[in-house]
């Protein structure tokens, strides 16, 4: 086809064996779809196409993606708001007439088989990515999930267990539940075993209010999942490059607030010895 139509927030290039969606950089424009830029679909990735009145004089093109197709509407797992669902468009009602055009070409060139999707067929975000959620940082530079907690926000439990390191390989999935609703986090998932409430789980970022946004911490939770998926493609990691070296000075606050915990009696002296030595080794 090689036409496009653009629409409120994005722009749809059709394309023989894709769709490639250039989503606007505005203040109106919703911040996960900025974060996203722009979003190759490949017409095996969808299972239909819709057209629907929309709000105010709108029209809403909207593409079905495959189950098993996209790693970010996997992650997401139906929690996304309609207004973030990036297989939307949403166009003026005068443009009615060529929306229905293209829905009908697109589904001239879908397969009859639209069932899930045998492996992910839409590109993960790009790493690597990082976020800040309430009691830590998360990196993922393709290989390895980091941890690294906060203090001010990181439960005893965390603080015991110490920053984390996961490499793909460890991993069976990712679990997101998003930071709009209350009791939101992150959390890496590691066989059948069930799981302890996240803010005392050292496999997961708890999300707050301004905390882990979805625009950040969505698009890494699609990036782990993605990778997780697809673990022949994750080359080994070193020893070294799995450990880095760490900051004398964050070294030392780090004691500072272990000591903070001892006193208040949150960790036995036993814990604090070894703690201690685990952090004095990092240096």
């Known amino acids: 086809m090689g036409d496009v139509l653009a629409g409120f927030h994005a722009a749809w ?9 250039r989503y606007e950089r505005g203040i109106r424009t919703p911040k996960l779809f900025q974060a996203l830029g722009e979003r190759r679909i490949p017409l095996d990735a969808l299972a239909g196409v819709t057209l629907t009145p929309g709000r105010r004089g709108t029209v809403v093109l ?3 993606p495959r189950p098993g197709a996209d790693p970010l509407m996997e992650a997401a797992a139906d929690q996304l708001k309609e207004s973030c669902d990036p297989y939307r468009l949403v166009l003026p009602a005068d443009k009615e007439t060529l929306a229905e055009y293209y829905a009908d070409e697109l589904r001239a060139r879908l397969k009859q088989d639209s069932g899930e999707a045998e492996r992910f067929l839409v590109p993960a975000p790009e790493v690597p990515l990082q976020f800040k959620a309430y009691d830590g940082k998360a990196s993922f530079d393709g290989r390895t999930v980091r941890f690294r907690w906060f203090w001010t926000g990181a439960s005893s439990a965390k603080w015991k267990a110490g920053d984390q390191s996961f490499a793909v390989s460890e991993l069976s999935g990712v679990e997101w539940r998003s930071p709009e609703v209350l009791e939101g986090y992150l959390r ?11 803010d005392q789980d050292p496999a997961a970022v708890v999300f707050g209010l301004g905390y882990g ?3 950040e911490s969505l698009p890494f939770a ?8 697809d673990r022949s493609a994750v080359p080994a990691v070193s020893a070294a490059a799995a450990s880095p070296r760490r900051d004398p000075a964050d070294i030392a606050e780090r004691i500072r607030h ?14 604090f010895s070894v703690k201690k030595a685990e952090l004095l080794a990092e240096l």
């Open 258 to 271: 272990l000591g903070e915990l001892h006193q208040a009696g949150l960790v036995t002296d036993e814990e």
């Open 188 to 198: 890496l998932l590691r066989g059948e075993s069930a799981p302890v409430q996240a």
């Open 13 to 21: 290039e059709f394309e023989s064996d894709s769709v490639l969606i």
């Open 213 to 215: 946004p979805v625009h």
């Open 222 to 229: 699609a990036a782990v999942l993605a990778a997780v998926r």
């Open 62 to 64: 909207r593409a079905e």
